[in-house]
């Protein structure tokens, strides 16, 4: 799916790029800051983690982790 996604925007400019980051991140930070302690403490399970996640251990491994990743990896493509 993140190949296909990749493939789709390949021809997407900078601007539009760091657009919509701005755009997502603001309603991110905004969403994620609204949760209280008993929503970030709430739990599902995720076959793909191996078994039950809390939305805080969810926010911090996908969001944070795999997007400090995918910040990592652009920054290369841009200096490359």
Same mark, same amino acid.
């Given at each position: 799916?993140?190949?296909?996604?990749? =493939? $789709?925007h390949? !021809?997407?400019? =900078?601007?539009?790029?760091?657009?919509?980051? =701005? =755009?997502?991140g603001? /309603?991110?930070? %905004?969403?994620?800051?609204?949760?209280? %302690?008993?929503?970030?403490?709430?739990?599902?399970?995720?076959?793909?983690? +191996? +078994? #039950?996640?809390?939305? $805080? $251990?969810?926010? !911090? /491994?996908?969001?944070?982790?795999?997007g400090? #990743?995918?910040?990592?990896?652009?920054?290369? /493509?841009? #200096?490359?």
């Amino acid at each position: 799916m993140a190949n296909a996604h990749a =493939r $789709q925007h390949a !021809e997407c400019s =900078r601007k539009d790029v760091l657009d919509v980051l =701005r =755009r997502n991140g603001a /309603a991110l930070v %905004d969403y994620v800051a609204g949760l209280t %302690d008993s929503e970030l403490d709430r739990s599902g399970h995720l076959a793909l983690a +191996g +078994g #039950e996640l809390t939305a $805080q $251990q969810l926010i !911090e /491994a996908v969001i944070l982790k795999s997007g400090g #990743e995918h910040l990592a990896n652009m920054k290369a /493509a841009v #200096e490359s």
